[in-house]
C-alpha cells in the first residue's frame, strides 16, 4: 500500500513538473511577441533619445546586417561610403551631404547641399576670364545656318533651306545644333568649356546614352582606341576597361609600357573641373554591348578579324597596336558588357588646327637613361630663355598642368597641344590621361620637377589649392561627388580618393619651402587675377 501511494505521488509531481515548464515556455513566447509589438507602436524612445521613429537605427541588429550585407554586395558604392551612409543612418544621395562653411572666427555652420555646388559659388571659382572678342573665339558662326536631320529618322544632312520647314516655331538657329557642335563653337582663347556650362549635363548624357552608328579603331597610339560616332553626327573616342579599379601598377613598370585606363579619363576631367583649369575635353563612362556596338557595326577589317569567343563564351577582340594587341590581352565582356571611357573628340583639325609641343620635362622614355632636367638642378634657367616659354603665362601653365599630372600620379606627359590659331597666347589642352590613377600607395614626386625647379605658379591656383586643403572644400570630398554622377560609379577605388589629399599637401609643401626661400611671396607666386578678382 505504502509503495503504491509513494509511485503516485511521483507520478503526479512529474506531470506537475511538466505542467510548470510548459507554462514558463509560454510565458517567454508571448513576451518576445508583445514587447516588439510595443515597441513598434511605440515612439517614445525614439523620441527621447532624438532618432526618428523610422530610422533605420531601430531596425533589429538581423535586419540592420542584411541591409549592410545587400549595400556592399548588390550594389557599385565601395564599402566605406556605404559605411558612411548606414553610420548616418541617413539614405543620402551624392550631392546631398551636409557642407561646412566657415563664418567668421571658428563659427562653423553645417547647410544641406552639394559641396561642389558651393566651391563653383566661391570667389575664387567665380574669377572672370577677359572678354572673348570675335578674334578669341576658336569658331565664327554664321547665326542663320541651322542645323536639323531628315524627319524620316535618317543621318543625312538637310540643308537650311528646307530645314526651316522641319525647326519647331520660335527656335534659333543655334538652339537646333547638338550638344557637341555647341561645344566646339563655345571654345575660346581662354577655355575650353565655361565653368556654370548649363551644357555639360546634356553633352555627358549624350556621350553615355546616345545611339552608336560606327565604331573604327584610332589609327596611332601604343594602345587600343576606337572613334564611335553617334547619328547627330557627333563623335567619341573610346578607351576600353583594361584594368579593375583595386589594381595598381606594378612597381617594376616602366612609365612608358603602363596599362591605358578608361577611368584615369573620367576622373581627370572630373578633377581638372575642380582645379578650374577646364583644359580636358568631357568625358563619361559608359557600358557598351561589344557585339552589337561594336563588332556589328564596324567598317576596320582590321578591327574586325581580331573578335573571338572565349573559352569562357565571353565575346573578346584585341585590334591592332604597338602595345598588349594580342590574344594574351584581349578586351573580354560579360558576356559581351565591356565598361570604357567617352570622351569628346575636340574639332577636326581640316576645322581647327592644333600646335604639338614637346615638354621641357619630357622623360626618356629609355629603360637606363635620364633626361636633362635630372640630372640639372638649373634646369629651368636654361627653360625660361627658350620660346614661348621666355614671356607670357605659357610655363605657368605647364606648372599648372604638372600639379595635375602629380595629383592624379602620371609620369607620361611628354607632349601638349594647343590650337593654333591662338598662336602662344592660350591654354594648353590636357589630352590623354589614361596612364593617371595607377598607383595610391607611392607618389612620384619626380612629376613635380618644373614646380620644384621653377618655383613659380600662378597665385589663383595656389590659392585654390590652399582652399582644397581645407575641410569644407576637401579635394578628394569634391571629386568622390563629381564621380558619384558618372553611369560607372564608382570610377576610382576609396584609395585613389585619399591618396590626392595626401599629394595635395605635398604640392602645398613644395610651395612653401619656395616661399621660405625667395625674397617675397610674389617671386613664386604670380599674380594671374589683377583687377579681375
Known sequence: MYLRLQTLFQRKFKVGLLFLLLFALLVHLAMDVALPTAYRHCGCNAKASGVPSGSPVLASPKKLSLRILQDFSGSNVSWEKSSQLQGAGLHTRAGELGVWHQQGEGNVEQTKGSKLAALFQHPLYNIPIPEVTEKDKLFVVNPMEKFSLRSSGSDEWVSSSKAEALLPTGKTAYDTYPA??????????????????PLM???????????????????????????????????????????????????????????????????????????????IPPVSGRLVNITKEIRDITTDKKLAKTFFISPAGNVCFYGECSYYCSTEHALCGKPDQLEGSMATLLPDKTLAKRRSWRSPWRRSYHKSKKAEWELNPKYCAQVRETPPYDRGHRLLDLIDMTVLDFL???????????????????????????????????????????????????????????????????????????????????????????????RLGKVLAVVGRCLGRAARPDEVLVDDMGSRV
Open 180 to 197: 557637341w557642335l555647341k561645344f566646339h563653337i563655345g571654345i575660346n582663347r581662354y577655355e575650353l568649356y565655361p565653368r556654370q556650362d
Open 408 to 502: 592624379m600620379g602620371n609620369m607620361d606627359r611628354h607632349h601638349y597641344e594647343t590650337f593654333e590659331k591662338f598662336g602662344n597666347d592660350t591654354f594648353l589642352l590636357h589630352l590623354d590621361n589614361g596612364r593617371g590613377f595607377g598607383t595610391h600607395s607611392r607618389d612620384e614626386l619626380s612629376i613635380l620637377a618644373p614646380l620644384q625647379q621653377c618655383c613659380s605658379i600662378k597665385k589663383s591656383t595656389y590659392l585654390r589649392l590652399q582652399l582644397l586643403a581645407t575641410q569644407p572644400y576637401r579635394l578628394s570630398d569634391l571629386l568622390r561627388e563629381a564621380l558619384a554622377t558618372d553611369p560607372l560609379d564608382p570610377v576610382l577605388a576609396e584609395p585613389h580618393l585619399r591618396a590626392l589629399d595626401r
Open 201 to 279: 549635363p546634356t553633352l555627358l548624357r549624350d556621350l553615355a546614352t546616345q545611339r552608336i552608328i560606327s565604331s573604327v579603331q584610332k589609327s596611332g597610339g601604343t594602345q587600343l582606341k576606337l572613334i564611335m560616332t553617334f547619328p547627330n553626327y557627333g563623335q567619341a573616342l573610346f578607351k576600353p576597361m583594361k584594368q579593375t579599379r583595386n589594381q595598381e601598377t606594378p612597381i617594376d613598370f616602366f612609365y612608358f609600357s603602363d596599362f591605358e585606363r578608361h577611368n584615369a579619363e573620367i576622373a581627370a576631367f572630373h578633377l581638372d573641373r575642380i582645379l578650374d583649369f577646364r583644359r
